[in-house]
């Protein structure tokens, strides 16, 4: 069956600082990988995926994530975080159907 | 194109009551789904359906009902709301049955409270 693990529920960092929010996932099949991203009140937006190939995924506002897969990682990360980047970030999995999320690690960015 | 939009915004039921809350697509997706987020816990799926017609059961779907009578409409009902069913519900759709990694787009929510 499939699962998704986020480590960390809260992650506080200061701004422009770097950051890893880490993501496990487990899966007897092939997966692809997902983070969104969830600002107050607001719905989930994509932030990038995984699907084949390079293991380096770039997404938007500079967030990237590697893809591991001797480890089943899935680890998302920015160089230099803004206040603007806090919001709760959805590790999330899907085989041929369902996607599945993690719960959810909270980024709260710090002037 | 409107996206993926969920009616009501907010809700107030007493415990027993019935409701339905409202999700439609205009992007012709097949696939939908309804996710529930609590603290904690992340986005649990509650039911799916990838097709007009077919629906499916997620990972909690007691106390939930769905049907899928038209592409673009994926109501959820509440038939005997509990207070265990305060959260917040989701509305998310994508083009595909299959998953091949399409994105999934997600509607604004809709903030429920069971008294």
């Known amino acids: 069956a499939q699962s998704v693990t986020q480590l960390d529920s809260q992650v506080p960092v200061f701004e422009e600082a770097p950051v890893e929010l880490r993501c496990n996932y487990s899966?007897?099949?092939?997966?692809?990988l997902f983070w969104y991203v969830q600002y107050p009140n607001q719905g989930l937006q994509l932030l990038l995926k995984?699907?084949?190939?390079?293991?380096l995924v770039k997404g938007i506002n500079g967030f990237e994530a590697e893809f591991n897969k001797s480890q089943t990682s899935f680890h998302l990360r920015k160089p230099s975080v803004h206040i603007s980047d806090t919001a709760e970030y959805f590790c999330?999995?899907?085989?041929?159907?369902?996607?599945?999320f993690g719960t959810g690690t909270r980024l709260q960015v710090f002037p | 194109n409107a996206g993926v939009t969920q009616t009501p915004k907010f809700q107030v039921l007493k415990t027993g009551q019935s409701m339905t809350l409202q999700c439609a697509q205009d992007m012709n997706h097949e696939y939908m789904s309804w996710y529930r987020q609590d603290p904690g816990m992340g986005l649990r799926l509650i039911h799916y359906?990838?097709?007009?017609?077919?629906?499916d059961q997620g990972e909690v779907p007691n106390g939930y009902n769905v049907s899928r009578s038209t592409t673009e409409d994926f109501p959820l009902r509440l038939l005997s709301a509990a207070p265990s069913q305060t959260s917040v519900y989701f509305c998310?759709?994508?083009?595909?049955?299959?998953?091949?990694?399409?994105?999934?787009?997600f509607g604004p929510g809709t903030r429920l409270t069971v008294l």
């Open positions: 995984y699907l084949s190939g390079s293991t």
């Open positions: 998310a759709s994508r083009l595909h049955k299959r998953t091949g990694g399409n994105e999934q787009f």
């Open positions: 999330a999995s899907s085989g041929t159907d369902k996607l599945i």
């Open positions: 899966s007897s099949v092939s997966v692809y």
């Open positions: 359906s990838v097709g007009a017609g077919i629906t």
